[in-house]
């Protein structure tokens, strides 16, 4: 089959191969023949080695397919369900998962490196990005990788899900509690800054305020229910001119230590600070003691939605099917995976919002 590889961490493209099997089928796993995948700027941030995956590896880890094969012991799922992809998946066994807190459970960074697939010209075996792999025509992976969805989900959206807008709308929903008629900032205007602006209106948020360099972005948030959008050398007076000298809610999509701390001066005193930019590991935020002390501004990181992924995904599912989410225009590129380059082009450039690598019908 066809699979796009990194061979090495800090490569700025990628290997656009047929050589390539999906590997590790057996009791526990499921093989899914994959029809969507969106690019998250996880995946460059992947590529670059700011978050940890050890090369090679098929990158992708929003992504949504049809199952082919279910493997011994697998309860719950049958060859031609629609599943999308779930990077963090729960093990049911630990106690994050026993607490109903399974989107911190850390039994899947366990399997960071383990090979998905392998390369027939040499036999070199490559992992699937987070235990996923989504840039590949077919994965396999355990079956708690994968959460079911309705037939009539179209792929395009339900690989939207796998990640950015279950991150985005969780963040605001689960996370934040944002209250009807606060006032939100969003720090960034890429899939899961847009997903943010939509779970802060879904709340009832009366003013929805996104923070981007990028002019095209900052129009396009306005469609997603954002009331206005300004560049980030505004954002000091815009919020100094709000009641009480702030944002309620300020959510930083970015990842970087300078954007949460331009995220923490934003807010009110008392205000929110939620973070659900996937930074590195040696960028360090600084504030003082005195301020956290006195300001009483909350800092919460949110991750994966700040809630169990199933729940998350299902609601946004319902959401959708309400009317009251927009995941059809989140999608404003399409590629074929032999122009997966040019899709990662599109992302650093900022240009695109969210890039559907098609694999299928």
Request: with cysteine.
């Amino acid at each position: 089959m066809r699979a796009a590889v990194l061979h090495k961490t800090g490569q700025d493209t990628l290997d656009v191969r047929d050589d390539v099997t999906a590997v590790g089928f057996g009791p526990g796993a499921v093989r899914v023949r994959m029809r969507a995948a969106s690019l998250c700027h996880s995946d460059l941030s992947a590529m670059s080695g700011v978050l940890p995956q050890p090369a090679p590896f098929v990158p992708g880890h929003e992504g949504a397919g049809e199952v082919v094969e279910v493997g011994e012991g697998v309860a719950g799922l049958a060859p031609g369900d629609r599943v999308v992809l779930c990077w963090m998946a729960p093990c049911g066994r630990c106690a994050h998962c026993e607490r109903g807190r399974g989107h911190l459970c850390v039994a899947s960074l366990r399997r960071l490196g383990a090979p998905g697939f392998r390369l027939a010209a040499d036999g070199t075996e490559a992992s699937g990005f987070y235990g996923t792999g989504a840039f590949a025509e077919e994965v396999v992976v355990a079956a708690d990788a994968v959460i079911k969805v309705p037939a009539d989900l179209p792929y395009e959206a339900a690989a939207l899900i796998g990640c950015g807008v279950t991150t985005g709308i969780g963040a605001a929903v689960n996370t934040a509690r944002v209250e009807p008629g606060s006032s939100v900032a969003v720090i960034g205007a890429g899939g899961v800054g847009v997903a943010a602006v939509q779970g802060a209106r879904v709340c009832g948020a009366a003013r929805i305020t996104v923070v981007d360099p990028v002019v095209s972005r900052r129009e396009r948030a306005l469609a997603f229910g954002a009331t206005e959008a300004i560049a980030p050398e505004e954002l000091k007076a815009v919020a100094k001119g709000l009641p009480g000298g702030g944002f309620d809610y300020v959510f930083e999509a970015v990842g970087r230590s300078a954007t949460v701390r331009a995220g923490y001066d934003a807010a009110r005193r008392g205000g929110a600070v939620v973070v659900i930019g996937a930074g590195a590991q040696d960028d360090l935020a600084q504030f003082t003691m005195g301020e956290l002390f006195f300001n009483e501004k909350r800092l919460l990181p949110s991750l994966y939605g700040g809630a169990p992924v199933a729940r998350t995904i299902g609601l946004v599912v319902d959401l959708w099917r309400a009317g009251r989410i927009d995941l059809a225009g989140m999608v404003t590129h399409r590629v074929a995976l032999a122009d997966v380059n040019e899709a990662l082009a599109q992302m650093r450039s900022g240009e695109a919002l969210r890039t559907v690598v098609t694999l299928g019908d």
